[in-house]
C-alpha cells in the first residue's frame, strides 16, 4: 500500500517540477530579451536616425533656397532624388548578402561612415553634377534581417516600430535643426551647415556602432553560456538554419517563391507614400505658410506624433500577432489624408491641412514597419530572409523614384496629381495586403486540419503557423 502511495504521488511531484522549470525558464528568457535591448536597441535605433536624418534633409534645404544657390532648374531637383534612390534600390540586396556573408555588425557601420562622410561632403557642392555625386553612392544595408538574427518573429514588429519611430524623431529634429542655422549669419549658406551638422552626427554613431553593436550571441561577450543555448533554442523555432554561410540554393528558392515577389510589390506601392512623406513634407506645409523657417518648424509636430502612435500601433501588432490588419487599417487613414490634401482647398482652411499633415505622417509609415516583420516572419531560412528583405526595400526605394517623378515643378505649390497618385498607390497595397492576409490563413487552416502535415520547409518544425 505504501509502495502504491508513493506511485500516486509521483506524478503530481513530475508536475510541480515541469511548472518550476517552466517559469525559470521564461524568467531566464525575459532576462534575456531586456539583455538583448539594451545592447541591440540603442545602436539601431541611431543608426536609423542617422539614416533618415541624411536622407531626408533635401526637403528642408529646398526651402531654404537650395535650388537656386546650386542654379537647379526645372525638374532637376526631383531628377536628384530619383539619381539618389535608384543605386540605393539596387545595392539593397548585395548589401543583405553581405551583410549575411560578413554579419550586420560590421557592414552597416562602414556604410553609415561613407554615408556620413558623403553628407558632409555635399556642403562644398557648388552645381548638380556635384550634389549628385555626393548622393549617388549613399546606402545602407537592412536592420531589419539584422534583428532576426537576435529575436524570434513574435517580437519583431515592436522593436522594428523602436528604430523606425528614429526616423520620425530625425525628421523633427532636422527641422528644428533647419530651423535654427536657416537664420544664421554666417560665411555658409543655411543649408550647407545643415549637411555638415548632420553628417557629423552620423560619422560619431558609425563610430559607436563599430565598437558597441553585437555580431551574435555566440561571439558577444555580454552573453552567458546558459544565455547563449537559450538564444539558439528560441531562433531555432523561427528558422531551419542559423550558420553565417550563404546558400544560393536557398536564395534561388526564395526568389522563384510567389509571395516574395507580392511583398515586393506591397513595398513598392507603400514606399510611395513612405518617400513623399519624407522629401516633401516641408514642402508641403510650406504651402500653408508663408515663413520659410515656419515651415520646417512645423514638422515637428507631426513627426513626434507620429513617433508615438507608431510604437503604439506596432506593440499592438505584436501584441495580438496581426501585420496585415493593423498594416491596412492605418493605411486606410492615410489614404483618405493624400486624397483631402490634394483636393481641398487649404489657402482658406490651413489648419485643416496641417492637421492632414498629422494623418498622412502617422499613418503612412506604419506598413514600412509591419510588412517587413510579416515577411521576415514567414521565411524560414536566413538566406532567403536576407534575399527577400533586399528584394523588399529595393521595391520601397524604387518608390522613391515615382515618388520623385510624380512632383512636378509645374504642379506646384498644391501638387494635385502627385498627392492623388500617392493615394491610389496606398489603396492597391491595402488590395494586396488583404489577398496575402488570406492566402496565409488558408495555409494554417490547412496545417490545422492535418491537409498540410506542415509548413514547406519546416518539416522539423510541425507546430510552425505562418504569421497574419
Known sequence: MTGSGEDEKHPQDVSVHDAVLLENDTVAEKRLVRKTDFLMMPGSALAYFTHTLDRANLGNAKTDGFEKDLGLVGNQ????????????????????????????????????????????????????????????????????????????????????????????????????????????????????????????????????????????PETSRWYTEEEVQLARQRLQQDSRDQDTEFHWDDARKQLKHWPTWVFAFMALMYGVGVASSSNFLPTMIKRLTSETTTANLYTVGPNLTASIFQVSVCWLSDRYQQRATFACATTAVSLVAWILLGTLDLVRLPQVGYFLTYLITFATFIPSNLVPAWLASNTPTTTGRAVSLGLNYMAMNLAGVVSSLIYRAQDAPVYRPALVTVGCTQGVFILAAVAMRQYYASLNKKIESGELPHAPGMESRPEYRYAV
Open 77 to 216: 531637383f526631383s531628377l536628384l532624388l530619383v539619381l539618389f534612390y535608384v543605386p540605393y534600390a539596387i545595392f539593397n540586396i548585395p548589401w543583405s548578402i553581405l551583410a549575411k556573408r560578413y554579419n550586420s555588425a560590421r557592414v552597416i557601420p562602414l556604410t553609415i561612415l561613407a554615408w556620413g562622410a558623403c553628407m558632409m561632403s555635399a556642403a562644398a557642392a557648388k552645381n548638380f553634377a556635384g550634389i549628385m555625386a555626393t548622393r549617388i553612392i549613399m546606402d545602407k544595408p537592412c536592420e531589419v534581417y539584422y534583428l532576426s538574427l537576435f529575436y524570434t518573429r513574435k517580437e519583431m514588429a515592436f522593436r522594428v516600430s523602436w528604430i523606425g519611430q528614429m526616423g520620425f524623431i530625425a525628421g523633427a529634429v532636422s527641422g528644428l535643426i533647419s530651423w535654427s542655422v536657416f537664420q544664421w549669419e554666417g560665411k555658409l549658406k543655411g543649408w550647407q551647415y545643415l549637411f555638415i551638422i548632420e553628417g557629423s552626427i552620423t560619422v560619431v554613431v558609425a563610430i559607436y556602432l563599430w565598437t558597441f553593436a553585437p555580431r551574435s
